[in-house]
């Protein structure tokens, strides 16, 4: 059974950096195109970032293009956010997820996605 664990969030002041980590158990992650998401308070589930089977493709929400970046690491089963020039609206639990579908591409819909770590919160301070 695969077992997604994010970490790495915390407090962090406007402007600067976090880098979150999702390790997976159980299961390689290395054929599947793996997915972050977040959700602020009283908000939908929304789409951060994606990246495909092998790292070459990553596609970005517009709120975080040219902020974030995503990477994964085939040897240790993980995959990275990391966050640069944060703002308090990126304030949210932050999850990853694998996505059910193969191919060249990342996915963006929650849907396309079947395996959801346990979330790690995000807070930014103005």
């Known amino acids: 059974q695969l077992q997604l664990v994010e970490s790495g969030g915390g407090l962090a002041q406007a402007g600067g950096s976090l880098r979150l980590s999702c390790a997976a158990s159980g299961r390689t992650l290395n054929v599947h195109s793996m997915g972050w998401f977040r959700q602020a308070p009283g908000k939908d589930r929304e789409f951060v970032g994606c990246i495909n089977w092998n790292g070459a493709n990553t596609s970005y929400a517009d709120s975080v293009k040219g902020r974030f970046t995503i990477s994964r690491d085939h040897a240790k089963n993980t995959v990275y956010l990391q966050m640069n020039s944060l703002k308090p609206e990126d304030t949210a639990v932050y999850y990853c997820?694998?996505?059910?579908?193969?191919?060249?591409?990342?996915?963006?819909?929650?849907?396309?996605?079947?395996?959801w770590g346990q979330g790690t919160q995000v807070t930014v301070s103005s």
């Open positions: 997820a694998k996505s059910r579908l193969y191919g060249r591409m990342c996915y963006w819909a929650i849907g396309d996605y079947d395996y």
